[in-house]
């Protein structure tokens, strides 16, 4: 879907605003914010369950990625109905659960747009098909549905660390499109949920999961200037030394990359892809 700014203030620090905005009416505001924005920061690996495929019942969508690949997705908006219905009248303090009873396409700090394939997704992932990923470790950050990192691993890619914010998301959205796309690749998938600022620390807990990339991708994630930083520590901590990434975005102010763009689109709503390199010491 085209990026839309259909929701509150990003800059905006005031949680008990942001509620309101939300128009949130069924549970109380006050309940929601206290345990909510810690329970989502917190980093965990979410896993693939043995009757996960149950959750493909909804219908999918295929998007044309170009050079014959089609990537399906579940229907998001039908991903949000089942979602919806499953927290209506339940007293959750699930953070999705004041998304989902409001029209807001996000609220920062609690429900960060991942139940939605947003524009840049299938640019992305578009742009991904048109390079190899033989052998490449990758990392996508803000995945919703993952498209580019799903692109990635059709294009011959090692392991594909998908993060999102919310769990959920994984849990009804990502998983799911991994195993409709490519369930024998689903060992070489690793999903991790919660707040950029925590992930490292979960990685370096993990047995089992790498905390360096080849590739580090991310399409429609920077709209919060407060996330910049922890973006750019993120990105730090992920990359190998020699590896390089390309994300959707503004130039970021720092000095620990260069960046240059090497795709737009400027008929419509003008789009671009950034490519992002450590600078030489
Ligand atoms: C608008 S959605 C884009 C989803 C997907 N990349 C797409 O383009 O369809 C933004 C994504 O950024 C991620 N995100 C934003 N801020 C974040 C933060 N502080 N910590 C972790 N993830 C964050 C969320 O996971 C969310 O799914």
């Known amino acids: 879907m085209p990026f839309q700014f259909n929701f509150p203030n990003p800059e905006e620090d005031d949680d008990e605003k942001r509620s309101q905005g939300a128009g949130m009416d069924s549970i109380s505001q006050k309940e929601c914010h206290t345990t909510v924005t810690e329970e989502k920061a917190i980093s965990t690996e979410v896993k693939i369950e043995s009757d996960h495929q149950l959750n493909c019942e909804i219908q999918t969508v ?6 014959d690949l089609k990537v399906i997705s579940l229907d998001t908006k039908l991903v949000e109905d089942k979602l919806k219905k499953e927290v209506k009248g339940e007293k959750t303090n699930s953070a999705l659960h004041e998304a989902l009873l409001s029209d807001n396409d996000l609220i920062p700090d609690k429900y960060e747009g991942g139940l939605k394939i947003w524009e840049c997704a299938v640019d992305l992932a578009k742009f991904i098909n048109t390079k190899s990923f033989t052998s490449k470790t990758i990392a996508e950050l803000g995945c919703g549905g993952g498209l580019p990192g799903l692109c990635a691993l059709k294009n011959g890619a090692k392991c594909v660390l998908f993060q999102d914010f919310n769990a959920e ?3 009804n959205l990502t998983i799911p499109n991994v195993l409709l796309n490519c369930e024998e690749n689903k060992e070489q998938c690793a999903f991790f949920s919660g707040d950029w600022k925590n992930l490292p620390s979960a990685l370096q807990k993990s047995e089992t999961v790498a905390q360096k990339y080849n590739v ?10 407060k996330n910049y930083s922890k973006l750019l520590d993120l990105l730090d901590f992920l990359l190998e030394d020699n590896g390089d990434m390309q994300f959707e975005s503004q130039i970021l102010e720092d000095n620990r990359f260069t960046s240059s763009i090497c795709w737009t689109q400027s008929q419509g709503i003008s789009r671009e892809i950034l490519h992002l390199q450590r600078k030489k010491s």
């Not at 295929?62 to 050079?67: E, R």
């Not at 580090?216 to 200037?225: F, K, P």
């Open 62 to 67: 295929s998007y044309d990625i170009g050079k």
């Open 169 to 171: 998301v994984l849990t």
């Open 216 to 225: 580090i991708l991310t399409a429609e994630t920077i709209y919060n200037t």
